[in-house]
């Protein structure tokens, strides 16, 4: 009979115990020096590592195709690791306004830390290289982005980092690994919230980062100091979320296809951005770094104001009101009242999203059933006149390197 109580007759379980321990009493001073040698996956403090954790980890690691992969309390906590770790006073970081609205606040943050911050349009990132500085030592990019869907070419960025050995982080919770694999493109880093579409039923929170056994180890030296170790119920969950993983980006994907053909099909929105339709400007690049579909989020305007988008968003009877994205159920919010409510006003619609543009998350339901709430919600809506119906990828004025919107402080 084995000495574990989990496997007295060899039976193991079925799923990773959920191991609550804080501490873990030492076999040997042997075994406890191999550990904190890191010859040993082996737990010591919880701050350092947990072995309900470290299984999902390598899930995780697999998803990516990463050597290995580090989980934390959040997506923001993840992206906060990577600059504490990565960046020091006097480099420079190029950021996009198309990332998650907190990474502004984060900015402020590091710019107070000493580091230069340039903050672009996603169509910048065609002539990144002209903003590229010797000591630029990050680039940070979402593609598809939050909440525009704007696509990155993530291999151009790659060869623009190239220039001054800067690193590529790229967040893919958007596409998730199902839909596209940043590492295999030339990312050096890979950040999740992995409370979206990893974990996917709205009960959990955290953030996973997936690259090199290297990469690894530095941000293990980051999580260990500043303790944000996910606990081990949380990791449990996440691993169950990620049993279903590939079944549920499958069905998001094609439900977010099907509303966006539908949306845009009809006069009472306009700009609908899924990078799956043949006119989004980001169709091409996706088509070449995506696969198995484009993922499950889409935006789009509602009308000719943000009354109008309420009063859209009001009617529905089964895509809920509320923010996150990536779950079970299909989820609907006003990007400029929610997830840019970090940034002042004005800095909101500085990258195209208006007080009207609304954010879908497609959720598992049956197609059939989305399309007929998008419709009956659709039909009690009194648009005054037709919206504009283009996808204005020259929206923003044009600009020279260096003027006023690069860096723009508001
Ligand atoms: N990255 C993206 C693309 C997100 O959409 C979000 C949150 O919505 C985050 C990061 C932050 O994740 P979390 O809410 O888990 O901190």
Known sequence: MSNDPLTPYGNK????PIVNAVNYKYSSFEVLRQITDGEIDGYTYHRDDNPTVRAVEKKIAALEEAEDCIICTSGMAACAMIYLTYLSAGDHLILFHDIY??????????ERMGIEITWLDARDSRKIAEYIKPNTTMIFCESPSNPLCKVLDIVALRKASDKSNALLVVDNTFATPYHQKPLSLGADIVVHSATKGL???????????AGSKSHYDKLWFT?????TTLDAYSGSLLE???????????KMSSNAMAMAEYLADSSKFSKVRYPGLQDDPGYTTAVRQMHNGFGGVLAFDVGNSQDDAKKFISELKVICHAVSLG???????????????????????????????VRLSAGIEKTEILLGDLEQALNKLEIKSDPKNKIDDLKIPAKKKGDAYANIRI
């Open 199 to 209: 974990g996917g039923h709205n009960d959990l929170m955290a953030g996973a980062i």
């Open 101 to 110: 609205g907190a990474h502004y606040k984060v900015s402020l943050i590091l």
């Open 240 to 250: 169950r979320g990620l049993k279903t993983f590939e079944l549920r980006a499958e």
């Open 13 to 16: 379980p079925m799923v990773t």
């Open 327 to 357: 779950a079970t159920e299909s989820l609907i919010c006003i990007p400029y009242l929610t997830t840019l409510l970090y940034m002042p006003p004005e800095r909101r619609t500085i990258f195209g999203v208006e007080p009207n543009t």
């Open 223 to 227: 999580r260990q100091a500043i303790g």
